[in-house]
């Protein structure tokens, strides 16, 4: 089974600073996808950036990029020039591929990060 | 933009009682999820749904639940005797049939469901 550890609980940080949001995870799985959430205080669940581990080019999405660290299994991410609006949970999720599951599969997700941006 | 559309967003009922929960997937998506998050924890899985049957299900959805697809467009979870303890919001997504696609799960914004 897979799991998904996100360390930091609560993080603060100044509107247009440079924040890192960190998580690991644990598989045994060579070829995977990694994802990170946000869910705002509407509670809906916003994807912000995804990585396919057989592709070693970390993935960028405008101020989103991550650090992926396959061999260390560490999966961060960065969000540029932070915004208020970016005052959310983040949550990093894992997924096996679609062949090794068969079907459908669902997102391991990690307990989430709280990150508030202060004007 | 397409999105996933659940109904309703908030549900109050009394423990025993049967609920369900409603989704509209995005219109071309064949692949349907629901999830379950308790309040200040992780969001959890509960099962997936693809031509008509299950495909994967977690240990939490036991007898209680089911799930169902009863016409083109809704994709239902349905709990039989609802417990205090399924006091959460639930989360229904769905993804494309593309390869690439499918490896997105789209989410809805979720419906909170109360049981007193």
């Known amino acids: 089974a897979q799991t998904v550890t996100q360390s930091q609980p609560e993080m603060s940080v100044q509107e247009a600073e440079t924040v890192t949001l960190s998580c690991t995870y644990d598989?045994?799985?060579?070829?995977?996808?990694l994802f990170w959430y946000k869910q705002p205080p509407s509670r809906q669940m916003i994807l912000v950036i995804r990585q396919e581990a057989y592709k070693q080019q970390n993935a960028t999405e405008n101020r989103f990029s991550v650090n992926f660290q396959k061999a260390a299994k560490s999966f961060s991410l960065k969000i540029s020039d932070s915004q208020l609006g970016d005052t959310a949970m983040y949550f990093c999720?894992?997924?096996?591929?679609?062949?090794?599951?068969?079907?459908?599969?669902?997102?391991?997700f990690g307990k989430g990060t709280h990150l508030i941006i202060q004007p | 933009e397409p999105e996933v559309t659940q109904t309703p967003s908030h549900q109050v009922t009394q423990m025993g009682q049967e609920v369900i929960l409603r989704c509209v997937p995005i219109s071309n998506h064949l692949y349907f999820y629901w999830y379950r998050q308790i309040l200040g924890q992780k969001v959890e899985f509960l099962v997936s749904?693809?031509?008509?049957?299950?495909?994967?299900k977690s240990e939490i959805f036991d007898d209680q639940f089911s799930v169902e697809r009863p016409d083109g467009s809704n994709f239902t979870l349905k709990i039989r005797s609802t417990k205090l303890e399924d006091s959460a919001m639930y989360f229904c997504?769905?993804?494309?049939?593309?390869?690439?696609?499918?490896?997105?799960?789209?989410f809805g914004a979720g419906t909170r469901l109360s049981v007193l």
């Open positions: 598989t045994s799985e060579n070829n995977y996808y």
């Open positions: 749904f693809y031509n008509n049957e299950i495909s994967e």
């Open positions: 997504a769905s993804s494309g049939v593309a390869y690439l696609a499918k490896n997105i799960q789209y």
């Open positions: 999720a894992f997924m096996k591929p679609w062949y090794s599951g068969g079907g459908a599969d669902g997102l391991t």
